[in-house]
Nanobody, 115 residues
Framework: QVQLVESGGGLAQPGGSLRLSCTVSGSIISDTPMRWFRQAPGKERELVAQFNSIGWQRYVDSVKGRFTISRDTTKNTAYLQMNSLKPEDTAVYYC?????????WGQGTQVTVSS
């Protein structure tokens, strides 16, 4: 069974940084595309960053140059490094993995950017 567990959210000041982690069990992330989404109150879930099995990365325009998606295959963990945070980055962040045509989601981690 595939399970994703996120951690690393919390409160940050504008301009600050946070690093989110997504530890995966039941699937090997080295050959699996992974994605980070976020959902702010009253808004639809938004794809923020993704990489495919060969490391190609893509970001939504609003986070380009500030967020970096990465992975550590020895820990079977994906990361989302978030720098220069803005209040509009406030949301619940979810990691996602698609395996065999089925989407798997973590439980979400809250990120709040506020002074």
């Amino acid at each position: 069974q595939v399970q994703l567990v996120e951690s690393g959210g919390g409160l940050a000041q504008p301009g600050g940084s946070l690093r989110l982690s997504c530890t995966v069990s039941g699937s090997i992330i080295s050959d699996t595309p992974m994605r980070w989404f976020r959902q702010a109150p009253g808004k639809e879930r938004e794809l923020v960053a993704q990489f495919n099995s060969i490391g190609w990365q893509r970001y939504v325009d609003s986070v380009k140059g500030r967020f970096t998606i990465s992975r550590d295959t020895t820990k079977n963990t994906a990361y989302l490094q978030m720098n220069s945070l803005k209040p509009e980055d406030t949301a619940v962040y979810y990691c996602n993995l698609n395996k065999g045509g089925q989407d798997y989601w973590g439980q979400g981690t809250q990120v709040t950017v506020s002074s």
